[in-house]
Structure formats: structure tokens, C-alpha cells
């Protein structure tokens, strides 16, 4: 398993996984519509190869076997609803790891990575969010030391989610 910064040769495989991952988990709550809409918008190669690049952002990206396994993204200032004191918060998005390989340390070396990366940025807390109805990853993030903040929203199309705010302080 090798952990590192995503490239643009990357976009691809990095567009593939997060549409393969979200469907996996998610896909049944949304019609094809809003389904397809959202794995545009927020999984297409056209936004991937923006994120790659975006100053503001950093994606990581773990190999194995020759092969992009897992992600995640960090966005330099949050973009979550305001229910902290946090100065500098920034948040993690999307870690993702391809569904046949949850539970091989993947996601445990991305939020390593995330923390050392959040600290670095000198950011004072770590926002995510999380669906309410998700507990194996509530279970994940607690276990890093975040904590529900907040009952928010996530919409995809015209589909409201109930999500989790959670916050970490650094």
C-alpha cells in the first residue's frame, strides 16, 4: 500500500472510484436522475482533474497492487455550516475506498494523512460530514476524535439527506 498525492494521470481511476463507491453505498436512496446528476457534478473527471489542481485543496491517493484503492480530498477552509468556534476549520471530503477493500487500514492511513496535512495547513479543527444513517463510518471518525456538532443537510437533486456535522479540534 503506498500513500500519496494524487496527479492528473490520476483523474480517471480518482473519477471511477468515487462514482463506483458512492453507488455502492448510496446509489439505492435516489432516483436515476438525481442520481446521475450528482455523480456528474461532484465525480466527473472534469472536476477531479479542478480539484487536483486547486491551490486550496489537497487529494491523496493510496496504491495497492498497481491499482488506486482509496482517496480522500482536503479543502483548505470549509466549506460546512458554521456551528463551531473554530478560526481556521477545514474539511475533509470524500474518503473513499473501493468497497471491496473497506477494512484493510486504507481509510485509517488517509485520516493519518489528513490530520498531519490539517495541522500543517495550520488549521485549528477538522469538519467533515457524515450520513445520519451511516454508523460504520460514525464509528470510524469517532474513533479519530470527532464529534456530532450539528444535524445538517445534504441534497442530491431534489433528494434531502439527513447528515451529521462532526468536528475534531487540532
Not at 75 to 104: F, N, W
Not at 134 to 159: L, S
Request: a negative charge; glycine letters at 8%.
Amino acid at each position: 500500500m503506498t500513500l500519496r498525492i494524487a496527479t492528473p494521470a490520476d483523474v480517471a481511476a480518482i473519477a471511477d472510484l468515487g462514482r463506483r463507491a458512492f453507488v455502492a453505498k448510496f446509489g439505492f436512496l435516489y432516483s436515476p436522475e438525481n442520481l446521475a446528476r450528482f455523480l456528474e457534478d461532484s465525480h466527473s473527471e472534469g472536476k477531479v482533474a479542478r480539484e487536483i489542481i486547486d491551490p486550496a485543496m489537497k487529494v491523496a491517493v493510496i496504491d495497492q497492487d498497481g491499482a488506486l484503492t482509496s482517496f480522500c480530498k482536503l479543502v483548505r477552509t470549509s466549506g460546512l455550516p458554521s456551528h463551531t468556534d473554530a478560526a481556521a476549520p477545514m474539511e475533509l471530503k470524500q474518503l473513499y475506498t473501493d468497497p471491496d477493500l473497506i477494512g484493510r487500514g486504507h481509510g485509517a492511513a488517509l485520516m493519518d494523512w489528513a490530520l498531519d496535512e490539517a495541522r500543517g495547513w495550520g488549521a485549528d479543527e477538522m469538519q467533515l460530514s457524515v450520513y445520519a444513517d451511516n454508523p460504520q463510518a460514525q464509528k470510524f471518525y469517532r474513533r479519530y476524535g470527532f464529534e456530532k456538532v450539528a444535524d445538517i443537510e445534504f441534497w442530491v437533486g431534489n433528494h434531502c439527506d439527513p447528515e451529521f456535522m462532526f468536528a475534531r479540534k487540532l
